[in-house]
């Protein structure tokens, strides 16, 4: 629990609205750049290699259940290390704060290089977080990226100007180059109806120089009638002018709760501004995937409330492409419909049953280095044989016409080397995540099993080759392995994407 909200954050109130542009806090010479999907942003020790943050949000520490913690490995040109490894908690000498039961420190995770010093820094949502006298307010933990990669030193702590019981500050977060009138990122964070974006000076002489953020949030602006909840965000340049555009993935809470729905901004010289909300998510992914210069974005919708549409299934992805001035393009503005896929969708491995959750998780980036980002989408729910939500993962290819079932691939823990046999409530691919640590620029992919092992969670990689993702020579790592408290933690709930 915490009791004071840091003074030195600077914060300032802005209205978001149709048409009006979010602004940077505040503005200094800088170099503008892009964001598609071959931008990584997760290189903590600057050394060229893609690290990987994992989030276990209900970990046990100090004997306070569902504190929660995060894991950071680090990438070599042999792939993703198991040591050194680190693990990082509220108790972790540096982090402010203390673990408290509940505070579910990981359930979020971001990465960017926020004050744009070379380190990508690591961002961990706390949206449990208790701020005396208000409970589960929510806060988040920023991690500064060196040399030496991240530990809890010097770390910083922000919080919601205004707190509120229940907001779950944190709860969804995101980084990436929003203005060209900064060298580093900015960051982006919900609550349960807000968006904060802050900013970071750039520190040329290191840590000793970093000065407080600034700040600047507001209501989240939609649909009357239809207010998104936010569960997730991504980040991609849509209308290619070398801008991050940002999406806000959540569920409807208004006269039609339960639905997925998504709110986009696009990047303009002042600042990000809300364009309209597009049917699909909660789960959002973005990149390139017909390699036309313009990242496109990926939704998923697990399950939706039974309104005799075509939602009603086990599970939907969209598609929504990128153009030249426009973004993704969708059935609420100008320009073609998304494309929806499903496990009935010909050549899609499976059939698609309801509970299934396909489009709980979506990742998108290149597997087989052809130049196309690919997608891989995650199925908790999905029953292999009579084993009910032991879950599965697949990976649909990237083409010059867009995403296509030619050469599409599925897996599950009955499928030939990978590891383990299917459990009742494994949920395996509760989470994945294109990533490639060894910089060999073909991504693979790390499938996440949150319920693995009566809730301790697992996470397993699966390599990549010519051929884009294989089973063969797979591997599994779980919190223990890293040197966390293993017991119902739910490692892999989260990873970054």
Known sequence: MRTHRPAAVIAASFLLMAGAAIAAPSAYAGTPGGTHANDRNNDFNGDGFEDVLIGAPTGTIGGKKAAGYVTVQYGASTGLLTHPAVVIGQNTTGVPGAAEAGDGFGRAVATGDLDGDGYDDAVVGVPGEDIEPVTDAGGIVVLWGSPTGLSGGDSDWLQADELTAGAGFGGALAAAHFSPDIPGDQLAVTDRSNLTLYQYEAAPQGRSARQAPTSRSSLIPGTPGRPIEPRAMTTGDYDGNGLADLVIGGVTTGDEPGHGWSSLF???????????????????????????????????????????????????????????????????????????????????????????????????????????????????????????????????????????????????????????????GDHWGGQVRLSDPDSNGRLGLLAAAPGEDAGNGVVWGLLSGPGGVTASGSWTVDGGSLGGPAAGASFGAVIDN
């Open 266 to 424: 696009l990047a303009e010289v002042q600042g990000l501004r809300y364009d309209r909300d597009l049917r699909g998510g909660p789960a959002v992914a973005s990149g390139d995937i017909d390699n036309d210069g313009y990242d496109d974005l990926v939704t998923g919708e697990p399950s939706s409330p039974d309104d005799g549409g075509e939602f009603v299934n086990g599970g939907v992805v969209g598609v929504y492409y990128g153009r030249a001035g426009d973004g993704p393009v969708g059935a609420e503005g100008p320009g073609t419909p998304p494309v929806w896929w499903t496990q009935d969708t010909a050549g899609v491995p499976g059939k698609d049953e309801r509970g299934d959750g396909w489009g709980a998780a979506v990742s998108v980036a290149d597997t087989n280095g052809d130049g196309y980002a690919d997608v891989a989408i995650g199925a908790p729910g999905e029953d292999i044989y009579s084993v009910a939500d032991a879950g599965a993962v697949w990976v649909l290819r990237g083409a010059a016409d867009g995403l296509t079932a030619d050469g599409a691939a599925s897996w599950d823990q009955d499928s030939i080397n990978v590891r383990g046999v299917p459990e009742k």
